[in-house]
């Protein structure tokens, strides 16, 4: 599994000829790395008694953090397996009209969920910003940079699922479907949006 690996070993895997892992894992790593970061902030600020007002807050935005990187985590493998569905179902045979269109639903089907995983990821993502909203405005002042980093790999993260979301609903026919996931996504990024420019406003002021 690719969350097994070390440092090194992942990114070996990323610069192969392979087309996954790829993006999709990367953004989700990426995203981990971002709630890690959130936790250790949180960590530093339980681990104060000057911050003894707020750690009762502290713990419930931690917990949330850890329930994101669990997710994150988890979703680095999903990722590259879903992908590796969508070249299995390119790859099978369209001899007949029969086997053509066989081949042609499991190519839709899998590119549906090609699509519904990043955006996941980028929903997760975009949990995590919130978080960092919340760690950096509450959190120990020495670690607000650690805060402002974790919100900036959160949106980052967010941005790549989402780019990995829109790439795959081009080949995707159900206008139904492209027309609500394209929908999500725009709110999403409006959400992000509003949360970067408090992120951003926070660090400028303890940083």
Request: glycine share 6%; hydrophobic share 45%; aromatic share 6%.
């Given at each position: 599994?690719?969350?097994?690996?070390?440092?090194?070993?992942?990114?070996?895997?990323?610069?192969?000829?392979?087309?996954?892992?790829?993006?999709?894992?990367?953004?989700?790593?990426?995203?981990?790395?971002?709630?890690?970061?959130?936790?250790?902030?949180?960590?530093?600020?339980?681990?104060?008694?000057?911050?003894?007002?707020?750690?009762?807050?502290c713990?419930?935005?931690?917990?949330?953090?850890?329930?994101?990187?669990?997710?994150?985590?988890?979703?680095?493998?999903?990722?590259?397996?879903?992908?590796k569905?969508?070249?299995?179902?390119?790859?099978?045979?369209k001899?007949?009209?029969?086997?053509?269109q066989?081949?042609?639903?499991?190519?839709?089907?899998?590119?549906?969920?090609?699509?519904?995983?990043?955006?996941?990821?980028?929903?997760?993502?975009?949990?995590?910003?919130?978080?960092?909203?919340?760690?950096i405005?509450?959190?120990?002042?020495?670690?607000?940079?650690?805060?402002?980093?974790?919100?900036?790999m959160?949106?980052?993260?967010?941005w790549?699922?989402?780019?990995?979301?829109?790439?795959?609903?081009?080949?995707?026919?159900?206008?139904?479907?492209?027309?609500?996931?394209?929908?999500?996504?725009?709110?999403?990024?409006?959400?992000?949006?509003?949360?970067?420019?408090?992120?951003v406003?926070?660090?400028?002021?303890?940083?």
């Amino acid at each position: 599994m690719l969350i097994d690996k070390s440092i090194t070993g992942f990114l070996a895997e990323l610069k192969s000829d392979s087309p996954a892992p790829g993006g999709g894992s990367a953004a989700a790593l990426v995203g981990a790395i971002g709630a890690a970061l959130g936790i250790m902030v949180g960590n530093l600020t339980l681990g104060s008694a000057k911050y003894e007002t707020v750690h009762e807050q502290c713990k419930g935005v931690s917990l949330d953090f850890e329930e994101r990187l669990a997710s994150l985590e988890k979703y680095i493998d999903e990722d590259t397996e879903v992908f590796k569905q969508v070249m299995k179902a390119y790859k099978l045979p369209k001899n007949t009209d029969e086997e053509k269109q066989v081949r042609i639903k499991a190519i839709q089907e899998f590119l549906k969920a090609a699509s519904t995983l990043p955006f996941t990821v980028a929903r997760t993502c975009l949990d995590v910003l919130e978080l960092s909203v919340k760690i950096i405005s509450i959190g120990n002042v020495n670690a607000a940079s650690d805060a402002a980093v974790a919100g900036r790999m959160a949106e980052a993260a967010m941005w790549s699922a989402i780019y990995n979301v829109r790439i795959n609903l081009g080949s995707i026919k159900d206008a139904d479907f492209v027309a609500d996931m394209k929908s999500r996504v725009d709110d999403i990024v409006a959400r992000s949006e509003v949360l970067m420019d408090q992120l951003v406003k926070t660090a400028n002021e303890k940083i």
